[in-house]
């Protein structure tokens, strides 16, 4: 005797409505609640982080175009008029357009040096297996840890035995020792989530290790370049400690120093609108590069997990 089976339910034809037990579970109304009071939450601490950070920028800017007497009676309302005689004061009387230009000269050396410097060094250690790799990387980590207040003294003595104290050039140098270890060690990370086989196309086709590195790898380690060429650039523009020991020379101060020396002369004559001038004139550019690469910032720093 022969038993019939019942078919199997055939799905739904293309068209043809659906039946209720047929449709996928809707998510239940307490899970939506949860995730509509976290979205809130996050949001209200984003907004309440992004005007705590913005506010004092916006009142230093305005507050550089005010006299004094304004800046004293209504602290927070709109300057009633431009006061553009601020700035000039500040880059000129102050001479902050000679600090401005020691600046430049010294964070643009040092920058670049920093860069070869590092991005060299990085690359031989992320690509190549010799005896001491690990040791020559754990050394350069090691001095991202050392403090440099310890490292002041005899950093002093040394540049001054080697004839660069109070030397642009001297400077120069400084920083690039002090940047290269972070720099060397976010590079190295990076280099390592390059592929391998564009090296080995070039190696067959008979390119040598510096062209290798100059043509093809550089141009691709572009985004982590940027990256930490942006944090250089924070860090050596803001630098206060080693020009205040190794430049001691009033013509050739760095920003940094020629702002607590503004602050200090202006304090006492009370030209405070020409003290926030000279304040936005330091921050603008730190500013303007970040906002300019903060597209390649952000690609530099997810790189290696979006590999």
């Known amino acids: 005797m022969k038993t019939t089976e019942t078919p199997a339910p055939l799905p739904a034809e293309s068209g043809a409505p659906l039946a209720k037990e047929d449709l996928p579970p809707a998510l239940p109304p307490k899970e939506k609640k949860e995730g509509t009071v976290l979205n ?22 305005m507050t550089s175009f005010k ?4 800046i004293f009676s209504s602290p927070w309302s709109l300057p009633d008029s431009l006061h553009f005689d601020n700035w000039s004061r500040a880059w000129t009387q102050a001479n902050m357009s000679d600090y401005f230009l020691n600046t430049v000269l010294v964070v643009g050396g040092s920058l670049i040096g920093t860069l070869v410097l590092g991005s060299m060094a990085a690359y031989v250690l992320a690509r190549f297996d010799f005896p001491g790799n ?44 002090y940047s290269l270890p972070f720099t060397v060690f976010f590079l190295t990370a990076f280099f390592r989530t390059l592929p391998t086989s564009i090296a080995e196309a070039a190696f067959v086709d008979g390119a040598s290790h510096s062209r290798t590195f100059f043509q093809i790898m550089l141009p691709m380690a572009k985004p982590g370049l940027i990256s930490v060429g942006i944090f250089n650039f924070l860090g050596q523009w803001n630098q206060y400690m080693l020009p205040t020991v190794l430049n001691t020379d009033p013509d050739k101060r760095v920003l940094t120093q020629g702002l607590v020396q503004l602050a200090v002369s202006q304090g006492y004559k009370g030209d405070w609108s020409g003290l926030f001038a000279g304040l936005v004139m330091a921050m603008l550019p730190v500013l ?20």
């Open 288 to 307: 303007a590069a970040y906002i300019i690469f903060q597209r390649q910032v952000v690609q530099g720093l997810t790189a290696g997990a979006l590999k």
């Open 40 to 61: 809130v939450f996050s949001h209200g601490v984003l907004v309440i982080w992004a005007f705590m950070v913005v506010m004092p920028l916006l009142w230093a800017v």
């Open 67 to 70: 006299d004094d007497r304004s």
């Open 134 to 177: 690990r040791f020559i990387y754990f050394l350069f980590i090691g001095g991202m840890s050392f403090p440099i207040m310890l490292a002041l003294v005899p950093l002093f003595y040394v540049v001054n035995n080697m004839g660069l104290l109070n030397t642009i050039h001297g400077l120069i140098l400084v920083y690039i020792a």
